[in-house]
């Protein structure tokens, strides 16, 4: 098939491969670190975490033109950048 590669998987761009890992990893360690009480859920760090999370995951799935999850990428960078306007302006 056109444009498939490796039993059937779109490979993507490596910078946008290595910034949606990057993205994965930055949302999992936020909600992990705000589980076991390590950061805030209310916090800086929590919301800065998210908002390089999902501008990683953002950056993969516009790469691989996956709608649903541009869309909630972007409504979840947008929640964490409230927050962290919230927080500046406190």
Known sequence: MIGMHH?????????????????TVAVLLAYVMALFGV????????????LVGSI????????????Q???????WGLIALAAIVGLWLR
């Open 56 to 67: 990683g995951i953002i950056v993969i799935a516009v790469n691989k033109k996956l709608v």
């Open 69 to 75: 999850s541009v869309v909630l990428n972007v409504v």
């Open 7 to 23: 039993g059937g998987r779109k490979k993507g761009h490596p910078v946008a491969e290595t910034l949606g890992w990057v993205g």
């Open 39 to 50: 950061i805030s859920a209310n916090g800086f760090w929590y919301a800065l975490l998210n």
